[in-house]
C-alpha cells in the first residue's frame, strides 16, 4: 500500500512568518498534529508540531535542559531553549529540513521514518510540493480499513459455506 493511498489531502499549512497563535488555532481547528511550513513559492521549509509548541512561558513550562549538569541543578540558563519558549513567530520554533516522503513511499516506509524519526506523522512531497500529510490516525484508519474488509470476506465465506445447493431426488 502506497503513502498516497492513505495520506490525508485536505490540510491547513504555514508561513514562516505565521504567528504562533494563528498555527495553535489552526492546529486546534484542523485537528492535525503539526503545520507543514511553506516558502513563498510553496516549497517544504519546515514544520511545526504539537511538541514544538508546549515548552512555553505562557504555559509555566521549565525550558527542557541543555546538558545533564543544567537538569541535575535545576538551572534554567539562556540560549536557543529560552528563545523558543519566548518565540512569536513560527520560523523560531519549527523543525527545519522536516522527515518527509515521496509520493512512491510504502506505508512501510512511512512507519519506518516515524518509527526511526519518533515522529508523529510525516508530509508526503511530489516535485517538492507537500502534497498530503500521513499521521498516525490515518495509519489506523487505513488498518481499520483493512480489517473490516478481512472481517466481512470471512463473514461471506462462512454464510456461502452455510448455504448448500439440493439435488432434486426423483
Given at each position: 500500500?502506497l503513502?498516497t493511498?492513505v495520506?490525508r489531502?485536505?490540510?491547513a ?9 494563528d ?5 486546534l481547528?484542523?485537528?492535525?498534529r ?10 517544504l521549509?519546515?514544520?511545526v508540531s504539537e511538541?514544538d509548541l508546549?515548552?512555553?512561558d505562557?504555559?509555566g513550562v521549565?525550558?527542557p535542559?541543555?546538558n545533564?549538569l543544567e537538569?541535575l541543578l535545576?538551572?534554567e540558563?539562556g540560549g536557543?531553549?529560552r528563545?523558543?519558549m519566548?518565540a ?14 515521496d ?8 512507519v ?6 519518533r515522529v508523529?506523522?510525516?508530509p ?7 502534497i498530503g500529510?500521513?499521521?498516525?490516525i490515518?495509519l489506523?484508519?487505513a ?6 474488509q478481512?472481517?466481512?470476506?470471512a463473514?461471506?465465506?462462512s454464510?456461502r459455506?452455510?448455504?448448500t445447493?439440493?439435488?432434486d431426488?426423483?
Amino acid at each position: 500500500m502506497l503513502a498516497t493511498e492513505v495520506m490525508r489531502t485536505s490540510f491547513a499549512t504555514v508561513k514562516p512568518s505565521t504567528s504562533l497563535i494563528d498555527a495553535a488555532r489552526l492546529l486546534l481547528q484542523n485537528n492535525q498534529r503539526g503545520l507543514p511550513v511553506l516558502d513563498h513559492e510553496g516549497c517544504l521549509v519546515g514544520i511545526v508540531s504539537e511538541g514544538d509548541l508546549l515548552h512555553r512561558d505562557e504555559l509555566g513550562v521549565s525550558p527542557p535542559a541543555v546538558n545533564w549538569l543544567e537538569a541535575l541543578l535545576g538551572l534554567e540558563g539562556g540560549g536557543p531553549a529560552r528563545d523558543r519558549m519566548r518565540a512569536l513567530r513560527v520560523s523560531t520554533i519549527m523543525t527545519p529540513d522536516p522527515v518527509c516522503v515521496d509520493e512512491n513511499a510504502t506505508v512501510d516506509d512511512v512507519v519506518a521514518e516515524m518509527d526511526l524519526r519518533r515522529v508523529a506523522q510525516v508530509p508526503v512531497i511530489c516535485a517538492g510540493k507537500v502534497i498530503g500529510i500521513v499521521s498516525r490516525i490515518e495509519l489506523i484508519g487505513a488498518l481499520e480499513h483493512s480489517l473490516s474488509q478481512t472481517e466481512n470476506d470471512a463473514k461471506e465465506i462462512s454464510s456461502r459455506k452455510q448455504i448448500t445447493p439440493h439435488a432434486d431426488k426423483p
